[in-house]
């Protein structure tokens, strides 16, 4: 039987105040096939969907679906007509039930328009488990992990028996299980002849699950590749333009043998999330955090910066104890915590650029001694440059970059404090390739320069790439110390599974 094209984009354009953020761009997706779309930051991947999905108009282009030529007025337009998108970031309703998510907007009615709530939850129910998922469909639907969430989403789809679902970065946020999980999902729904485009930027995923590649550079087509004719070391030198290699030449910080302490941390622990924490970083020292999402690595950075209180233990800062309450405090310490929830804890969408880079700077100095705007302008337009933030000027709203863009800026803002310790919450999720390395770059300039760094990251080959020390949470507690030089990833793996480095006794 040969392929089924179900759609077709042809010469795509689209313009933005101060960028083309599509150019002439054509995509296609076959029945039953995983396509992945590929891209830095900026490239123009979010954008294609919307345009597909009827969020935005395009300048020019025709989309043919299924055989006829559609123009989607709205996201609502395209759902009804089998495209469904769960977003880069959930566009569910939290406080309605799972049951409700899957139905809102078409609930199904008995009788004298009374809603049929024991058969929603019961058809919701029986949905979920056909991926496996047994849970609670009356329970509202931010009682869950982020991985049940994108299920129920995708549930939705998978219901109003959607031809199309576009999964624009839906792993950024799942641990492996989960992904496993939504993978063993995505499959199912192939087999059922649905076209599945999947953006994403972990390449080895992208691999795992996509036929073919479809790669955006500068809101311009490169090309798209059979999965199997490509390897992932072309792939990112179609993306970027230069060699793995190249960018990924990092040395970690040599850390001086008379080093002094610059944090020692003792015990440190709440009941009910960490228990017994201890660790020293020494100044310049880089220190890696691994461990699966809920061991308790954020936890035990949001102790250290005063995001939640440690109810027991010490906190030494250049050999002295202090007391660390609020962020406010470890700010003064000389402190910064880029959090790994950045939509939730520090992008503000409406703010310019320059505005939202200084805003930590503009804090600690006080309100009596107000930046100016040049100031601001100065300091926004350095980090745009060392970060490669891609936007035409400072002044840009900050909602209307691309979502790695916008994880920049966060970065930034805290880079922009110029601290003695900065911890960074993965940092470079929903970051491509080539600013990945950028950022692992400044982390160990920054150390170069005296700074002392505590990274939290799910992608064992940057930690191993980068730190001095792993240290390997597990369950809430600090399960392992390794050398970052002499490990490997299985070595941390060993203790994520054991508990116990390899070769020693439980
Ligand atoms: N609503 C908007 N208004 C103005 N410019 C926009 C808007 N949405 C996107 N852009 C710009 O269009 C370009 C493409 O952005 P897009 O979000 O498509 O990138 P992306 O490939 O999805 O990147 P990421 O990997 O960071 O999510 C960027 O330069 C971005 O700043
Ligand atoms: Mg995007």
Redesign the pocket.
């Known amino acids: 039987m040969p392929d089924k094209r179900i759609l077709e984009m042809k010469g795509i354009e689209i313009q933005?105040?101060g960028?083309k953020?599509l150019d002439k761009v054509d995509f296609d997706l076959i029945a039953g096939e995983v396509h992945a779309l590929l891209?830095?930051?900026?490239?123009?991947?979010?954008?294609?969907i919307?345009c597909l999905t009827g969020v935005?108009h395009m300048d020019a282009g025709k989309i043919i679906y299924d055989g006829k030529e559609i123009t989607p007025t709205s996201p609502q337009a395209a759902i009804n007509m089998g495209i469904s998108t769960v977003f880069?970031e959930i566009n569910l309703c939290q406080n309605l039930t799972v049951a409700e998510n899957i139905f809102v907007g078409r609930l199904p009615m008995k009788r004298r328009h009374r809603i049929d709530w024991k058969g929603i939850n019961n058809r919701a129910s029986e949905l979920l488990k056909r991926f496996n998922i047994h849970i609670d469909v009356t329970r509202p639907l931010d009682y869950f992990s982020t991985g049940i969430q994108q299920m129920v989403s995708i549930a939705r789809a998978v219901d109003i028996k959607a031809k199309i679902l576009i999964l624009d970065?839906p792993t950024s946020s799942l641990d492996e299980n989960e992904v496993e999980r939504l993978f063993d999902v995505v499959r199912e729904l192939k087999k059922s002849g649905m076209g599945i485009i999947f953006?994403t930027?972990f390449l080895d995923q992208a691999f795992v699950i996509s036929d073919r590649l479809t790669v955006?550079r500068n809101?311009r087509l490169v090309g798209d590749f059979y999965a199997r004719n490509i390897s992932k070391i072309e792939l990112v030198r179609q993306m970027i333009g230069k060699d793995m290699e190249q960018i990924f030449a990092l040395k970690r910080p040599t850390v001086a043998a008379d080093a002094t302490n610059m944090l020692d941390v003792e015990s440190l622990g709440i009941a009910s999330k960490v228990a017994d924490v201890s660790f020293t970083l020494k100044t310049g020292e880089l220190i890696g955090f691994a461990g699966l999402l809920g061991s308790g690595r954020t936890e035990t950075a949001e102790m250290i910066f005063g995001v939640t209180r440690a109810e027991h233990g010490t906190i030494k800062i250049h050999d002295r104890e202090v007391r660390i309450h609020s962020p406010l405090d470890a700010i003064n310490q000389q402190m910064a915590f880029c959090p790994e929830d950045r939509k939730r804890d520090g992008i503000i969408g409406d703010l310019s650029v320059r505005e939202n880079i200084s805003l930590v700077v503009q804090s600690r100095r006080g309100i009596f001694n107000p930046m100016s705007i040049k100031e601001q302008a100065e300091l926004a337009d350095q980090y745009i440059q060392l970060l490669g933030i891609?936007?035409p000027d400072a002044e840009?709203k900050v909602g209307?970059?691309?979502?790695?863009?916008q994880q920049k800026v966060i970065l930034a803002r805290w880079m922009a404090t110029q601290p003695d310790l900065l911890i960074l919450d993965e940092p470079t999720r929903?970051i491509?390739v080539g600013a990945k390395a950028e950022i692992q770059r400044l982390m160990l300039k920054m150390c170069a320069e005296g700074v002392s760094v505590i990274f939290i990251s799910s992608e064992l080959d940057e930690i191993l790439r980068c730190a001095n020390r792993v240290i390997v949470m597990r369950d809430r507690c600090k399960a392992g110390e390794l050398p970052g030089e002499s490990s490997r990833q299985e070595d941390i793996l060993h203790v994520i599974a054991e508990g116990t480095a390899t070769g020693e006794e439980a």
């Open positions: 933005f105040p960028v953020a891209g830095e930051n900026g490239a123009g991947k979010s954008t294609l919307k935005h880069q970065e953006i930027h955006l809101g891609a936007t840009k209307e970059l691309s979502g790695g863009n929903g491509d």
